[in-house]
Each structure stands twice: as C-alpha cells, then as structure tokens.
C-alpha cells in the first residue's frame, strides 16, 4: 500500500535562518506531487507541483523553493525565513495516470518563524 | 489562487442534526472532491463526484454537483462528536502535459456539540 511521509512534524525557526522539509511517497511509481501551506484558519495555499523529476511549478511566488532529486522525494527550502512563512505546510501526492485521482497528504508541518 | 469557496465558512450543529456544506467554482473541471481535515493533521479524502455525475452516496455522506451553476454540497446525516472538523472541496483540472491539479477552498469548519 501506498504511505507518505512528511518531517519533522514541529518546527520553530528564527527568521533569516535556512529551512529544508521533506517528503517521501512509497508504494507508487511517477506520482504527482505536491506542497501546500496552511494559514492559521484559512484553506490550502498550493506552492508548488510535481509531474516528475527535476520538474517544479510554482504557483506563488515567494522565498520558498522545491526540488524533486528522486521519483518520490519532494522537498520545500528556503535560504532565508520570513516572518510570514510561519504556517502549517502539507505535502501530498496524486496518481498522474487517471483523472480521477485522489490525493494522499502527509501529516503537515508546524513551522513557526520567531 | 482559490477556485473553490465553501459557504458557510462555520457551522454549528447538534448532535443528531444534518450538515450542509456548499461548495462554489469558477472554471470547468475534470472532477469536484471533498476532504476533511481534524485539526492540526492531514487531509483526508471522503469522496469524489465526477464532472458528468450529479450526486453520489457514501455511508452518512451525500454530494451533489450542478456544473451548469459550478457548485456541490455535501450533506452528512444524523451527525455525530467525531464528524468535528474542516471540510474542504477539491476541484480537479488539467494543469498540461497529461497532470492534474488539485485546487482547494478555505474549508467550512463543522462543529457537533454533543
């Protein structure tokens, strides 16, 4: 069966420092995926998409950046925190074969920027 | 940006009672999903209505979709403590190059009071 996982679960970081998050799928080949923040009682923000390695789309811009080294790895990074990005940060993934696809998430991240 | 909105953003019912949740979208889409969030987690997919489908039944869940109006809702019966959470819609659409995005709303937040 497929499993994601997403750490570390809780995070407090003084601003200007480096911020690295992963996430890993196991249990499927070629998933699309996926990083969303979470506002503190707002919806989900999506940041950025995956089809494939070495393939990112950003949808807001901002000081966070994600890379995909491996079919099944997704990372979220920052060189330099703000304020602002404190927030509670999901990865998840998709089948990318059918339209009808579910997605799967991980279990978030707290990051809070002091 | 969003392309759901779920209305009402908060809702309080008795045990026992019915929920209604109501979902807006603004452009076409492949499929429409509903999520549910306990807080402080992860999402979790409850169901999945497709673009050609107008309603769909899981246990106490009920959805309905009206394309031409580009809105769903999602009703849970007889509800209970445990249905406490956030309900959110997921919009389906194709994002190029064969992959599909999901789009989230900013939730309705339920409350059952026992």
């Known amino acids: 069966s497929q499993t994601i996982h997403q750490w570390p679960a809780t995070l407090v970081q003084p601003v200007g420092s480096p911020l690295s998050l992963e996430c890993t799928v196991e249990g499927t080949s070629n998933p699309n995926l996926y990083w969303y923040r979470q506002a503190a009682g707002r919806g989900l923000q999506l940041l950025f998409y995956s089809v494939g390695i070495g393939q990112i789309s950003s949808e807001v811009p901002q000081n966070l950046s994600a890379s995909r080294p491996q079919d099944r790895q997704f990372i979220l990074s920052s060189k330099k925190l703000l304020l602002s990005d404190s927030g509670f940060y999901l990865c998840a993934w998709s089948g990318s074969l059918y339209v009808d696809t579910e997605a799967f998430f991980g279990q978030g991240t707290r990051l809070t920027v002091v | 940006s969003q392309q759901g909105e779920e209305d009402p953003q908060a809702l309080s019912i008795q045990e026992g009672e019915n929920a209604t949740m109501n979902c807006s979208y603004k452009?076409?889409?492949?499929?429409l999903q509903w999520y549910r969030q306990n807080s402080g987690r992860g999402l979790v997919h409850l169901i999945l209505i497709r673009s050609n489908e107008r309603e769909k039944h899981s246990g106490r869940l009920r959805v309905t979709l009206d394309t031409s109006k580009k809105s769903s809702s999602l009703l849970i019966t007889a509800s209970r403590a445990a249905d406490t959470a956030s309900y959110f819609c997921a919009t389906s659409v194709g994002s190029g190059a064969g992959s599909y995005q999901l789009t989230f709303g900013k939730g309705t937040k339920l409350s059952v009071i026992p």
């Open positions: 452009t076409s889409i492949n499929n």
